[in-house]
């Protein structure tokens, strides 16, 4: 049997990647974005929103030791389908929405650098941009491209939505090009969903690029991108400045990621620490996407009257006042039909944003107050820097040990280490034995073995470990080293 060692090895050598000095992109991206996390709510049909006081709010949660984000390795700070203009000028140039970003992007694009990261953006190859409908690149690709550097953008995701019949083969080179061009090292994301097999063709133009469709908060979207990284050929498995983009992890956000594709969320914890777990030995990109702020009015109290100012993104189902938002005489303010309310109480500024649907009281009080805040779970499983640390490695990305058998997964990390997920997907528990040889060690070689979910060294052992009780859907993360 050939080694997985060597064989890696080889494939590693087969491609080159692109490496423009974009910042944080010579590893697999680590970060977070705005989709489906400052969304206006599940029952509006746009999933996406921004402003500036709420990117603000954001970057300061993203960097904040309560949260951990920052403090795990994550860097890049991306909003999606959310901050453009529905217009372009006379000019043709492709500016931030109006009323939410009265100051350009520019100040919170400065912001998020002076705190460390890495300010991503969103666009489109064609017309008008996926969901919020915005106007795209086609046909302005060194215009937005010049835009893009000169607010200081460090990363653009180009999606594929209302182009046409375009070649993607075509069509992303000119704004690859473009961003060159442009004289500053930016991060290309190409997003046309795995449909032309941009492993093959991607690495001379981008940094990643999305291999499969759409990921959503559901199992069977998670098991489907996991059997799709599989499938890659081993010499298109990853590189520096090269990665197969795998999709957003939904990590315990799955009722809004779900509800954003038109489905129901069923994730199980296990399900999701196997979504955290594939990625990461896959060597996707880590870029989440759930809210990182529980925002709280302070010290409420009554009042005689108030004025409502909403933001709100213009959308197919409009907000309107008096039928899904308004003021109550009483001292409080309410939302409903998935609105996003920013209201102004006796002078001072009150934020009704609560998700789900039905209608929303927001009490009248003081200036917004948003802490940092991830559930346990997020926490547990986002923050888990044993589990990245297989992630972030220069190394080709994880593959099933056995072609066509996707149970057990071996990556060879820097140094002589190889991290192994024996993944579940199956709807009953799994009994699974690793076996060192097929590994690429030889038989008789002793390996200790570490759990990287239970963080725990589970001792020393010779020509195999196992048998492993997997349940169903679950994945074993593991960290085998070599000593003899």
């Known amino acids: 049997m050939r080694s997985l060692i060597v064989a890696l090895a080889a494939s590693a050598v087969a491609v080159r990647a692109y490496d423009n000095n974009a910042p ?106 996926c969901v919020g409908l915005r106007p795209g690149s086609e046909g302005h690709w060194s215009q937005d491209a010049d835009s893009f550097a000169s607010w200081g953008v460090d990363w ?136 990182i702020m529980n925002c709280t009015n302070e010290s409420p109290h009554p009042a005689n009257y108030c004025n409502v100012s909403l933001v709100q993104q213009e959308s197919l189902s409009p907000c309107i006042e008096g039928y899904s938002f308004g003021c109550n005489l009483n001292g409080s303010m309410w939302t409903s039909e998935g609105c996003r309310g920013e209201f102004t109480c006796n002078g001072y500024s009150t934020l009704c944003d609560q998700d789900g649907s039905g209608q929303h009281l927001c009490e009248c009080g003081n200036v917004t107050k948003c802490v940092p805040y991830i559930t346990p779970l997020q926490r547990e499983i986002l923050l888990n820097t044993e589990v990245i640390a297989v992630n972030q490695d220069v190394t080709p990305q994880g593959a099933p040990v056995t072609p066509g058998d996707l149970s057990i997964w071996a990556r060879n990390l820097t140094g002589g280490d190889i991290a192994v997920a024996l993944y579940n997907p199956q709807a009953a528990v799994v009994n699974m034995t690793v076996s060192f040889a097929a590994l690429g060690w030889t038989t008789g070689a002793t390996v200790s073995v570490r759990d990287l979910w239970k963080h725990a060294d589970m001792g020393y052992f010779k020509g195999s470990y196992g048998p492993v009780s997997v349940p169903t859907h679950a994945t074993v993360m593991l960290r085998l080293t070599q000593h003899s």
């Open 24 to 129: 944080y992109s010579k590893l697999p991206p680590m970060g977070w974005s705005s989709w489906v996390a400052l969304g206006p709510g599940a029952d509006h049909p746009v999933f996406d929103f921004c402003d500036e006081g709420s990117v603000r709010r954001a970057i300061d949660a993203f960097v904040s030791d309560d949260l951990g984000l920052y403090a795990a390795g994550y860097r890049h700070f991306h909003l999606d389908d959310c901050w453009a203009n529905h217009e372009r000028t006379p000019a043709g140039d492709l500016i931030p929405d109006t009323t939410n970003f009265p100051n350009g992007l520019t100040p919170v694009i400065d912001y998020a650098h002076s705190k460390g990261l890495a300010f991503g953006l969103y666009t489109s190859g064609g017309i008008f941009t």
């Open 156 to 291: 653009v995701k180009m999606d594929w939505c209302n182009h046409g019949f375009e070649d993607p083969k075509t069509t992303y080179p000119l704004m690859s090009k473009a961003l060159n061009a442009s004289k500053r090292h930016i991060h290309f994301n190409m997003c046309e969903w795995g449909d032309e097999n941009p492993w093959e063709w991607g690495d001379p133009i981008a940094q990643s690029w999305r291999m499969h469709g759409d990921h959503v908060g559901t199992w069977e979207s998670t098991a489907e991108v996991i059997a799709a990284s599989a499938a890659i050929p081993r010499q298109y498995s990853g590189r520096p400045y090269g990665w197969n983009d795998m999709d957003m992890l939904e990590t315990g956000n799955g009722l809004r990621a779900a509800h954003a594709n038109g489905k129901e969320s069923n994730m199980t914890d296990d399900e999701w620490r196997t979504e955290f777990s594939m990625w990461a030995i896959s060597a996707s990109p880590l870029v989440v996407t759930t809210p």
